[in-house]
């Protein structure tokens, strides 16, 4: 209820307030964000986390974090990568031979075949077509 009135007051709203009572509703939402805070501060005792900051001091987690933003490195026992004089190209690639696309010829297989099919199919309605007129003309 307390965060839907909050929510519903502009900064005119606010401005019109007397002195005094912006002070109160200031302290009382620093308290709700306080105790909030305490919430949100999951399982461990506070006496766990003063235990780990002793072990690990701020020096050696800036160290960590710097060293982790730089992304992975790799560890200093490993021995160096062979490296060479590296070759640097113009940028021009050569481009690929032109041919048909893979599977075509089976496709054109499939295709002469049907063609002979239709050919072998016409032949015989012309034969038959000229057996009629044949027939006809006794």
């Known amino acids: ?42 399982w461990m005792p506070q006496s766990a986390i003063d235990e780990m900051t002793k072990a690990v001091d701020d020096k050696l987690m800036r160290d960590i974090v710097n060293d ?7 560890p200093g026992w490993l021995p160096p990568k062979a490296g060479g004089a590296v070759k640097h ?19 054109d297989r499939i ?3 049907f063609a002979a099919l239709d050919r072998s199919e016409t032949l015989k309605k012309i034969a038959g077509a000229l ?3 044949k027939m006809e003309e006794r």
Not at 11 to 28: C, F, G, I, V, Y
Not at 68 to 74: A, D, F, P, Q, Y
Not at 89 to 107: C, I, M
């Open 111 to 113: 295709a002469d075949q």
């Open 131 to 133: 057996a009629t007129v």
């Open 68 to 74: 982790n933003r730089r992304g992975v490195s790799e």
């Open 1 to 42: 209820m307390l965060e839907d009135i909050l929510l519903s007051l502009n900064k005119e709203d606010l401005e019109k307030l007397p002195r005094e009572a912006q002070e109160k509703l200031l302290a009382l939402v620093r308290a709700v964000l306080a105790e909030r805070a305490k919430h949100r501060q999951g």
């Open 89 to 107: 190209g113009t940028g021009w690639v050569d481009p690929e031979r032109l041919e048909p696309p893979p599977g075509v010829k089976h496709v």
